[in-house]
């Protein structure tokens, strides 16, 4: 007796089929997280850029009801707890350099590494604010603009 042969209408996929399919996917999966993986880290950024620029018109508010700025969030009325990832802090009245009204800074460990991702808004004498990012290395001391982390 001879051995049946496949004829060309039979259903199925081959191993190698398969292997090439699993292959394909592998690399595309090794090339598609560590992206994905950094938007995700950019969109988690964006809550303590939001933050500051909240804390910013409520303190120009609160300035512009009571005359003069507060160092606490609860005072300007705005509630920290809603905050996923970061953590705000308030600063008055710096003596230097450059003097500031106040500073608003917003912390947060974005990407469990040891740097600390750093958000800082301040508010110099003339009312001119700026918006900076940063980052506090190995998570211990200032805040370092610029540096990304």
């Not at 909240?54 to 512009?64: D, W």
């Not at 705005?78 to 009245?93: G, M």
Request: proline share 6%; with cysteine; aromatic share 8%.
């Amino acid at each position: 007796m001879r051995p049946k042969r496949r004829t060309s209408d039979s259903k199925g996929f081959t191993l190698v089929e398969l292997l090439v399919v699993l292959a394909t996917l592998g690399i595309i999966s090794a090339l598609a997280i560590p992206m994905f993986q950094g938007f995700i880290k950019k969109a988690k950024a964006v809550e303590g850029e939001v933050a500051l620029s909240e804390i910013k018109r409520l303190e120009e508010q609160y300035s512009a009801d009571n005359l003069r700025f507060s160092g606490s969030l609860p005072t300007i009325g705005y509630d920290p707890s809603r905050l996923k990832y970061y953590t705000i802090t308030i600063q008055l009245n710096g003596a230097g350099p450059p003097p500031f009204l106040y500073q608003a800074t917003a912390v947060a460990n974005l990407d469990d590494d040891p740097d600390l991702d750093a958000w800082v808004l301040t508010v110099d004498m003339s009312m001119n604010n700026t918006l900076q990012h940063g980052c506090i290395p190995g998570g211990v001391g200032a805040v370092q603009l610029g540096c990304t982390d």
